[in-house]
């Protein structure tokens, strides 16, 4: 079925957190992503593209560089593109026309399942890695690598400990002395909203932080679960060279998936373009499955090399 009307654009003043949110619990891909309490932390000012009566909706993240206003995709917000209910055909390429009306750049990433097809845009293929949550833990670790199981056993004779640790700003701080350094586009506003995420979601309940600690209490790594609506997500996580070396972080892991085991949810792996952290989470038995990364540019040179 077809949405009931033609797509319409909503500024931000005009969008109705409530019923936004009430779309997303509606519809057949949701994702806490797309919500207003993410979308209000990652992107204030963000818009819509709405069809219907929420029947299709798609999130516009902008920002501004240059005197331009153009669409970008969060840091901290893996997917997003247009979300739709249960029965109605979603036209992704109809919904990327219309943001490429409003907007002359763009780089985004839709969700797994939107379909991009021949959109006429320059389309990224991305990887994200899923588990399904299906089976009981002893059978979940049968599909555990080799190198998986050697270093949570690994762990397991150095007596690391594991407990919960609800200081967001420790771990954002570990994580920006440590990997952060890796990912220069990431600043110091983005952890200012992260630390915000975390806290909000260890009030409200939707976010679980675990720590891995030395005999001697050291943070050794830190591992954040976010629980979104349909699944478990590897939200966030932070490590020391002294964590790499035990394997604190694949006991972590480990930790989370023997909760969650049996349930008949699908764990998210948050996916990555480094083939290590690719392997480590294949080593898990994760499978692949794609999303795209859309890019749309017309400006002139020599704006149109805008970088995020």
Same mark, same amino acid.
């Given at each position: 079925?077809?949405?009931?009307?033609?797509?319409?654009?909503?500024?931000?003043?005009?969008?109705?957190?409530?019923?936004?949110?009430?779309?997303?619990?509606?519809?057949?891909?949701?994702?806490? $992503?797309?919500?207003?309490?993410?979308?209000?932390?990652?992107?204030?000012?963000?818009?819509?593209?709405?069809?219907?009566?929420?029947?299709?909706? +798609?999130?516009?993240?902008?920002?501004?560089?240059?005197?331009?206003?153009?669409?970008?995709?969060?840091?901290?917000?893996?997917?997003?593109?247009?979300?739709?209910?249960?029965?109605?055909?979603?036209?992704?390429?109809?919904?990327?026309?219309?943001?490429?009306?409003?907007?002359?750049?763009?780089?985004?990433?839709?969700?797994? +399942?939107?379909?991009?097809?021949?959109?006429?845009?320059?389309?990224?293929?991305?990887?994200?890695?899923?588990?399904?949550?299906?089976?009981?833990?002893?059978?979940?670790?049968?599909? $555990?690598?080799?190198?998986?199981?050697?270093?949570?056993?690994?762990?397991?004779?150095?007596?690391?400990?594991?407990?919960?640790?609800? +200081?967001?700003?420790?771990?954002?701080?570990?994580?920006?002395?440590?990997?952060?350094?890796? $990912?220069?586009?990431?600043?110091?506003?983005?952890?200012?909203?992260?630390?915000?995420?975390?806290?909000?979601?260890?009030?409200?309940?939707?976010?679980?932080?675990?720590?891995?600690?030395?005999?001697?209490?050291?943070?050794?790594?830190?591992?954040?679960?976010?629980?979104?609506?349909?699944?478990?997500?590897?939200?966030?996580?932070?490590?020391?060279?002294?964590?790499?070396? $035990?394997?604190?972080?694949?006991?972590?892991?480990?930790?989370?998936?023997?909760?969650?085991?049996?349930?008949?949810?699908?764990?998210?792996?948050?996916?990555?373009?480094?083939?290590?952290?690719?392997?480590?989470? +294949?080593?898990?038995?994760?499978?692949?499955?794609?999303?795209?990364?859309?890019?749309?540019?017309?400006?002139?040179?020599?704006?149109?090399?805008?970088?995020?």
């Amino acid at each position: 079925m077809k949405p009931s009307s033609e797509i319409r654009y909503l500024a931000s003043g005009l969008i109705d957190r409530e019923e936004w949110d009430s779309w997303v619990r509606g519809s057949a891909n949701r994702r806490i $992503y797309s919500s207003s309490l993410f979308l209000d932390i990652f992107s204030p000012g963000w818009e819509a593209l709405v069809a219907g009566n929420g029947d299709v909706f +798609m999130p516009l993240t902008r920002n501004r560089k240059w005197g331009i206003t153009y669409l970008f995709q969060p840091i901290f917000v893996q997917q997003l593109g247009c979300f739709y209910r249960e029965g109605i055909s979603c036209n992704t390429k109809e919904f990327l026309d219309r943001a490429h009306g409003l907007f002359r750049f763009a780089d985004i990433s839709m969700n797994e +399942m939107n379909d991009p097809g021949e959109c006429g845009y320059r389309s990224v293929k991305m990887t994200n890695y899923l588990l399904n949550l299906d089976r009981p833990y002893e059978q979940m670790v049968a599909g $555990y690598d080799k190198n998986t199981l050697r270093n949570i056993q690994k762990a397991g004779r150095l007596r690391i400990e594991l407990r919960p640790h609800n +200081m967001a700003g420790d771990i954002v701080r570990l994580f920006a002395g440590s990997a952060g350094r890796n $990912y220069p586009n990431i600043r110091r506003v983005n952890y200012i909203r992260l630390q915000n995420l975390l806290e909000k979601g260890l009030d409200e309940g939707f976010i679980e932080i675990r720590g891995a600690f030395s005999t001697r209490g050291r943070i050794l790594a830190a591992l954040c679960m976010l629980e979104d609506y349909d699944r478990y997500v590897f939200y966030f996580s932070a490590n020391t060279e002294e964590g790499r070396k $035990y394997g604190a972080m694949f006991m972590l892991l480990d930790s989370f998936l023997k909760q969650y085991a049996g349930k008949g949810r699908v764990f998210d792996f948050n996916g990555s373009v480094n083939p290590g952290t690719a392997r480590f989470y +294949m080593g898990f038995g994760a499978r692949a499955v794609i999303y795209h990364r859309i890019r749309m540019n017309r400006l002139r040179f020599p704006a149109n090399r805008l970088k995020r």
